[in-house]
């Protein structure tokens, strides 16, 4: 691949401060991870309740691989779609309040699958333009027109909506947003839709299981119900600890998916194991208003000694808390010398990011103490004065 231009463009990636270098983890997930033989205190991981490590979640995952084996040998439509896959399908369903729920074995997949699966030429798709890479390029595959407005700007979006000339106009948008943090404006933008005779779908990979009295994420938050968002993606691998997917909605958009979403059909199912660990884990999530609540409090924690110290972080009240830098050396500078501290915490560059926005994106979990958030806020303050 000599003529590719392969080389050359590694080369100016690292140049641009652009190059990404994967983490070898040697240890579970927790608040205290082991990296390249060095114990460092990890601000960078979803697991927002502390369940990838809780021991009734691996204890359900050990039982389930001693009943199902390691894998399900086959796509769902083949054989490969086991007891626990349907137990798991069913409770996410009872937990949203949903008629039906299909599980996906990633979120990338389930926002490929659900926007190729429904939209086609002549469709129109309206997206947040911060919304997930998932989300962008499954408006993009889809064949539809692809609509971009200003982030949580609900007048753009009213605006795009009023030049539609299209039959069928989905707005997609993430319910809390990635590397920001903030939250979706969905009680507005549901009754925009309605009034539009617009379909909303909401990604909550970022809400569901810490947002609402039982998890239910930003529409739980909002007292939003099917109606108001027929669509609804979750992620497994979030606050769920485990991994996966899936999508909820009625009837009949349940089994369009199953007969028409190409990332469904030709991929094969998750470990039956992973999801009885996920049913395990559903449980904690549904009694687990101390964590939420410890977790609500490490956000007020980390905020009010930012705030002290004039750090630009972003308005969140949510896990995400991203700490604005600038340029991409900036932000890998920072980063560097908080683990020389002793702390994880990434940074953050585009193209995930828009160019001069590079940041270190602070992700926080239930299961950080006090203590660790103070170091990393004492941390902080001395990069600061740097």
């Known amino acids: 691949m000599e003529n590719w231009g392969l ?10 401060g652009l190059y990404r270098a994967r983490l070898e983890v040697a240890s579970p997930q927790g608040p205290n991870v082991v990296v390249d033989g060095q114990r460092l205190t990890a601000f960078c991981s979803n697991d927002y309740l502390g369940l990838a490590s809780h021991p009734t979640v691996t204890a359900a995952f050990a039982q389930g691989l001693r009943e199902y084996g390691a894998g399900a040998g086959a796509s769902h439509l083949v054989c490969g779609h086991m007891t626990p896959h349907q137990q798991l399908e069913q409770a996410l369903a009872e937990f949203t309040g949903r008629e039906r729920a299909l599980l996906f074995s990633s979120g990338y997949l389930a926002n490929l699958g659900v926007l190729t699966a429904l939209l086609g030429k002549g469709d129109e798709v309206l997206q947040d333009r911060l919304n997930h890479a998932s989300l962008l390029d499954g408006g993009l595959l889809s064949g539809a027109r692809f609509r971009r407005y200003r982030h949580v700007d609900v007048g753009a979006l009213r605006k795009l909506l009023g030049k539609s000339v299209a039959d069928r106009r989905l707005v997609v948008t993430d319910g809390v947003f990635s590397m920001d943090g903030d939250m979706a404006p969905l009680p507005e933008l549901a009754a925009l839709c309605r009034r539009e005779g617009a379909c909303l779908m909401v990604d909550d990979a970022h809400g569901v299981g810490v947002l609402g009295e039982t998890g239910g994420g930003t529409l739980e938050h909002y007292a939003l119900s099917q109606e108001d968002v027929p669509i609804l993606m979750g992620t497994l691998g979030k606050a ?16 369009s998916l199953i007969q028409s979403a190409r990332s469904y059909i030709y991929t094969t199912a998750l470990p ?3 999801a009885q660990a996920t049913l395990a884990a559903l449980d904690l999530v549904k009694s687990g208003q101390d964590l939420r609540a410890a977790l609500q409090r490490n956000v007020a924690q980390l905020r009010h000694g930012c705030t002290q110290m004039g750090l630009a972080i972003q308005a969140s009240d949510t896990a995400i808390q991203a700490l604005v830098l600038g340029e991409s050396a900036t932000a890998l500078q920072w980063s560097a010398a908080l683990r020389q501290r002793g702390l994880l915490v990434p940074a953050i560059r585009p193209p995930t990011v828009p160019a001069g926005t590079a940041r270190l994106r ?16 004492n941390a902080l303050a001395e990069v600061k004065a740097l």
């Not at 080389?7 to 641009?16: G, I, N, V």
Request: proline share 2%; aromatic share 4%; hydrophobic share 45%.
């Open 7 to 16: 080389s050359e463009a590694l080369r100016e990636r690292r140049r641009s």
């Open 240 to 255: 769920f600890g485990v991994m996966g997917a899936f999508v909820a909605g009625s009837e009949e958009l349940i089994e």
């Open 272 to 274: 039956p194991a992973a």
């Open 362 to 377: 602070i992700a926080l979990s239930a299961a950080h103490t006090e203590t660790q958030i103070d170091q990393l806020l």
